[in-house]
């Protein structure tokens, strides 16, 4: 392979033929060759190709300009200079700061990408075409960072005339093992070595490349949007601080009820972070009121459901209801029996609820008590999908506190706040309606 920088080009303005440049240009390559030839790749910086496209702007607020250059922010920077923004440009690149630069152009402007880099490429190959009768290939470059490692490369944003990938999966090494995943970016490859020629200040946005035809096509090919990962497929979609923000701003919404699991076993570790979580809810005078009681396969956990089924019938029975109403009726109770773990949460009322001489007060510092329960078992239902699991919070446990107590021989101190059925969703999860704040508001 060789690469030359073609030198002595004018600085480009607005309107200018780049392609009618380059065929102008005298070349020299290492084997002493002096003109161009079929398969040969010219490499074009980026900013060459936005200045004859009229791409050059006022400097106004940075900003402002990266907002209208970017789709979303990636991650952003904090630093002595100021801050940084990754952002995913409307061509779905990755860059900082859109790609918008402020170097090689007179004080007061920037350059801004070129709003099509694979339709600019295959202009270019075009025109060159015309003017020089050959099959050449075009490759447009900007200047990207990249994840877990210092230092930029030049990478391909626009492309025409060259297999942007080159993908070896289903071939054998030379040991004869399968390769599975191992697909090369040669057009990325290819515009790196061109930028060891081309170099950041010595004025050469253009490089020729040779030795690289098995790679020029007749056609324009598919263009450099095909080295873009599609978002479903990226791992890294944020920068970490967004994404930490994202989650603490989502968690609330990603808790669902979920009434069908399946039988994989849920880790003591999962409950204990979520227990966890859960005793760090606020509550009154400063106490530690929660408590919790976590059943697998123990005896207890059928001794119990098995009373407090015998209450619920008896409580509907009293109630006038049939027995084919009740049997219905008592099935929904079903999940505790199926879920692979149930954790029965409570709110211990000796643990520092004041006493006062009136009924009123005392029951006022119970429900201080009870909402302060609530704000645990939401915590631990959070915590428990946070963690990639489903929850269903179940109230009987409410109505039957004397069978719990007896069941489970605990102090009647300890008042139960329903039960919560965890496991691994059997299914996907239904999206949340939509509900109108104003309609809460009083």
């Given at each position: 392979m060789q690469v030359i920088a073609l030198a002595g080009l004018p600085r480009i303005s607005a309107g200018d033929d780049i392609a009618a440049l380059i065929a102008a240009s005298e070349v020299t390559f290492p084997d002493g060759s002096t003109t161009l030839r079929d398969g040969d790749i010219v490499v074009v910086t980026s900013k060459i190709v936005s200045k004859a496209e009229g791409r050059v702007v006022a400097a106004a607020n940075r900003d402002d300009l990266i907002d209208s250059e970017s789709v979303r922010t990636v991650a952003t920077?904090?630093?002595?200079?100021?801050?940084?923004?990754?952002?995913?440009?409307?061509?779905?690149?990755?860059?900082?700061?859109?790609?918008?630069?402020?170097?090689?152009?007179?004080?007061?402007?920037?350059?801004?990408?070129?709003?099509?880099?694979?339709?600019?490429?295959?202009?270019?190959?075009?025109?060159?075409?015309?003017?020089?009768?050959?099959?050449?290939?075009?490759?447009?470059?900007?200047?990207?960072?990249?994840?877990?490692?210092?230092?930029?490369?030049?990478?391909?944003?626009?492309?025409?005339?060259?297999?942007?990938l080159d993908d070896h999966t289903g071939t054998p090494d030379e040991y004869g093992r399968i390769l599975e995943m191992t697909v090369i970016?040669?057009?990325?490859?290819?515009?790196?070595?061109?930028?060891?020629?081309?170099?950041?200040?010595?004025?050469?946005?253009?490089?020729?490349?040779?030795?690289?035809?098995?790679?020029?096509?007749?056609?324009?090919?598919?263009?450099?949007?095909?080295?873009?990962?599609?978002?479903?497929?990226?791992?890294?979609?944020?920068?970490?601080?967004?994404?930490?923000?994202?989650?603490?701003?989502?968690?609330?919404?990603?808790?669902?009820?979920?009434?069908a699991f399946t039988e994989q076993q849920v880790n003591d570790d999962v409950i204990t972070e979520a227990i966890a979580a859960a005793i760090t809810a606020p509550a009154p005078h400063h106490t530690t009121p929660w408590r919790f009681l976590v059943l697998r396969d123990q005896p207890m956990r059928g001794k119990l459901l098995d009373a407090m089924r015998d209450r619920w019938i008896a409580d509907l029975t009293a109630s006038g209801m049939s027995a084919e109403s009740i049997a219905k009726r008592i099935t929904r109770g079903d999940i505790l029996r199926t879920a692979p773990v149930i954790v029965i949460p409570f709110i211990d009322l000796q643990a520092g609820a004041h006493e006062y001489p009136d009924a009123e007060r005392n029951a006022a510092e119970r429900d201080m008590f009870m909402v302060a329960g609530g704000a645990a078992v939401q915590n631990l239902m959070i915590s428990v999908a946070a963690q990639g699991l489903g929850s269903a919070w179940i109230g009987s446990t409410l109505f039957c506190a004397d069978v719990v107590h007896a069941a489970c021989n605990l102090p009647t101190s300890l008042q139960p706040l329903g039960a919560i059925a965890i496991g691994y969703p059997a299914g996907e999860l239904a999206e949340r309606d939509a509900r109108d704040v104003a309609s809460f508001l009083l």
């Amino acid at each position: 392979m060789q690469v030359i920088a073609l030198a002595g080009l004018p600085r480009i303005s607005a309107g200018d033929d780049i392609a009618a440049l380059i065929a102008a240009s005298e070349v020299t390559f290492p084997d002493g060759s002096t003109t161009l030839r079929d398969g040969d790749i010219v490499v074009v910086t980026s900013k060459i190709v936005s200045k004859a496209e009229g791409r050059v702007v006022a400097a106004a607020n940075r900003d402002d300009l990266i907002d209208s250059e970017s789709v979303r922010t990636v991650a952003t920077k904090v630093h002595a200079r100021g801050t940084t923004r990754i952002v995913e440009t409307k061509h779905g690149l990755i860059m900082a700061a859109a790609g918008i630069d402020a170097s090689n152009v007179d004080k007061g402007t920037v350059v801004l990408l070129p709003v099509d880099p694979d339709a600019s490429a295959r202009a270019i190959r075009t025109r060159l075409a015309e003017l020089t009768g050959l099959r050449l290939g075009i490759i447009v470059t900007d200047t990207m960072g990249r994840a877990w490692r210092d230092g930029l490369t030049d990478n391909a944003i626009g492309i025409a005339g060259v297999s942007p990938l080159d993908d070896h999966t289903g071939t054998p090494d030379e040991y004869g093992r399968i390769l599975e995943m191992t697909v090369i970016a040669v057009a990325d490859e290819i515009a790196s070595a061109a930028d060891l020629v081309k170099g950041k200040s010595a004025g050469n946005p253009i490089a020729i490349v040779r030795g690289m035809e098995q790679f020029v096509t007749t056609d324009d090919g598919p263009g450099a949007r095909v080295l873009i990962r599609p978002a479903s497929e990226d791992l890294f979609g944020l920068g970490t601080a967004e994404a930490i923000s994202l989650g603490r701003a989502t968690a609330v919404q990603h808790r669902r009820t979920v009434r069908a699991f399946t039988e994989q076993q849920v880790n003591d570790d999962v409950i204990t972070e979520a227990i966890a979580a859960a005793i760090t809810a606020p509550a009154p005078h400063h106490t530690t009121p929660w408590r919790f009681l976590v059943l697998r396969d123990q005896p207890m956990r059928g001794k119990l459901l098995d009373a407090m089924r015998d209450r619920w019938i008896a409580d509907l029975t009293a109630s006038g209801m049939s027995a084919e109403s009740i049997a219905k009726r008592i099935t929904r109770g079903d999940i505790l029996r199926t879920a692979p773990v149930i954790v029965i949460p409570f709110i211990d009322l000796q643990a520092g609820a004041h006493e006062y001489p009136d009924a009123e007060r005392n029951a006022a510092e119970r429900d201080m008590f009870m909402v302060a329960g609530g704000a645990a078992v939401q915590n631990l239902m959070i915590s428990v999908a946070a963690q990639g699991l489903g929850s269903a919070w179940i109230g009987s446990t409410l109505f039957c506190a004397d069978v719990v107590h007896a069941a489970c021989n605990l102090p009647t101190s300890l008042q139960p706040l329903g039960a919560i059925a965890i496991g691994y969703p059997a299914g996907e999860l239904a999206e949340r309606d939509a509900r109108d704040v104003a309609s809460f508001l009083l």
